[in-house]
């Protein structure tokens, strides 16, 4: 199956930095991409679609202005979590969007804490 | 609004059991449904996919079916395994131009050697 990579799995950083995550389609072309966040014990929740070449579109009550999204490339997408706080801490998970297929493959996730 | 559910929340079992884990969703226009299984802190691995068109697909001990004008999809395992102990998610990509998925809140299951 297509191969999806998500880096870093783990960081850990301190309040009011920046962080950024790396989604690749490693073994095909994803015009969309998509960005999830999961609570502990909790299902996963879209934060927002990438579109290559074109803003990202945000799910209701995700700020834009603190998870950028950058989909430059037709095989990666990166989220950057601006400022980060401890409330950001979560696990966050990508996919990318097999056009041929019509499936979602998912990356491995970024286990994130804010200290 | 176009919502995914999954009861019961968590299910813990003996090995050897044949099980039935449910999904439902709101709306019967939808284009795929996938099963997922997460394991604690890992990302997500995709167990089947079922197309629209479809009722029901295989893979080794797991089967699942999609009935969709009563909405809903049975995951059937057989002959548990502890191994197979884990959470697993339904997730529903519905028509109407998006192409994101609906993730239920996912069932965890126990099964106990």
């Known amino acids: 199956g297509a191969v999806v990579s998500q880096h870093p799995s783990w960081v850990i950083c301190k309040s009011g930095t920046s962080v950024k995550i790396e989604c690749r389609s490693l073994?095909?072309?994803?015009?969309?991409m998509f960005w999830y966040r999961q609570f502990p014990k909790q299902s996963l929740m879209l934060m927002a679609t990438?579109?290559?070449?074109?803003?990202?579109?945000?799910e209701q009550g995700v700020e834009k202005d603190k998870f950028l999204i950058n989909h430059a490339s037709l095989t990666l997408s990166t989220l950057t979590v601006t400022s980060a706080h401890p409330e950001d801490s979560s696990f966050y998970i990508c996919?990318?969007?097999?056009?041929?297929?019509?499936?979602?493959?998912f990356g491995a996730g970024t286990r994130l804490s804010v200290l | 609004k176009q919502e995914v559910t999954q009861i019961p929340a968590a299910l813990s079992v003996p090995e050897g059991e044949n099980l039935v884990l449910n999904c439902s969703f709101t709306?019967?226009?939808?284009?795929?449904l996938q099963w997922f299984r997460q394991d604690p802190g890992k990302g997500l691995t995709s167990l089947l996919l079922?197309?629209?068109?479809?009722r029901e697909q295989t893979s080794g001990r797991l089967n699942a079916s999609l009935d969709k004008s009563s909405g809903r999809s049975t995951l059937y395992i057989a002959a548990s395994q502890p191994g197979d102990s884990a959470t697993y998610l339904c997730?529903?990509?519905?028509?109407?131009?998006?192409?994101?998925?609906?993730f239920g809140k996912g069932m965890k299951l126990t099964v106990n050697p």
């Open positions: 997730a529903v990509r519905f028509q109407g131009g998006s192409e994101k998925l609906v």
């Open positions: 073994d095909f072309q994803a015009t969309t």
């Open positions: 996919s990318a969007q097999h056009g041929a297929q019509n499936i979602q493959y």
């Open positions: 079922i197309q629209s068109s479809q």
């Open positions: 990438s579109n290559e070449g074109s803003k990202a579109t945000y």
């Open positions: 709306d019967s226009a939808i284009y795929n």
